[in-house]
């Protein structure tokens, strides 16, 4: 960067910013094979807002809902690295400003080692499909505690949960997955 008569200082350490979206509102970033967001609008009305957070003819929505929970997380907190065999999530951020990262693992996808990024909250909704076999994990970015709505794509099994964790923090997290919370 060429110094110029009043440019302050530190101007050469600066960076420009890269918009998440382009002119209509749509995501830049290139999907992970398989997954999928569909961006939603808070509609205002006389009494509050109303916000979508699923329909069936949504092509995000391409299997029946079978369960609905929703987990919360404390400001600053880091929930990642999930990863199911045989599910797939369906995450939205009901309150809150949350940044869901996920990673694709898989030797065999075109997408192999691409990691997506996006910020939902309460005020920028948006259903996100995660198939099986990513690695996927959030952190809430906000200053109160976050609501994460998941609809997954089957039932939670108590004996033989398909749920397989990888602690972000641990060293092999480090290794497999090139991300920094």
């Known amino acids: ?10 101007r050469e350490l600066l ?11 749509e995501l ?12 939603t609008k808070p509609v205002a009305h006389e009494d509050g807002h109303l916000i979508e ?3 069936a003819d949504w092509d995000v929505i391409d299997q029946p809902i079978t369960q609905v929970h929703l987990t919360t997380t404390l400001p600053g907190r880091v929930r990642a690295w999930g990863l199911h ?19 694709d693992g898989r030797e065999d996808s075109p997408t192999c ?20 076999n990513i690695y996927h994990g ?7 505690e976050s609501i ?7 039932v939670y099994d108590y004996e033989k949960p398909d749920s397989l964790d990888l602690p972000w923090d641990s060293d092999a997290a480090k290794s497999l997955i090139s991300y920094t919370w």
């Open 1 to 10: 960067m060429e110094k110029k008569a009043h440019d302050p200082i530190g």
């Open 15 to 25: 960076v420009p910013k890269h918009s998440a979206v382009n002119a209509r509102g």
């Open 28 to 39: 830049r970033a290139e999907p992970i094979d398989g997954v999928r967001i569909r961006l």
């Open 53 to 55: 957070i699923a329909r």
């Open 85 to 103: 065999t045989r599910t797939a999530d369906r995450l939205f951020v009901a309150s809150g400003l949350v940044r869901i990262v996920c990673f």
């Open 113 to 132: 080692g691409r990691i997506n990024e996006i910020m939902l909250s309460d005020r920028s909704p948006g259903l996100i499909t995660i198939p099986p």
């Open 138 to 144: 959030w952190k809430n970015i906000g200053v109160a």
């Open 148 to 154: 994460v709505i998941n609809m997954p794509t089957n």
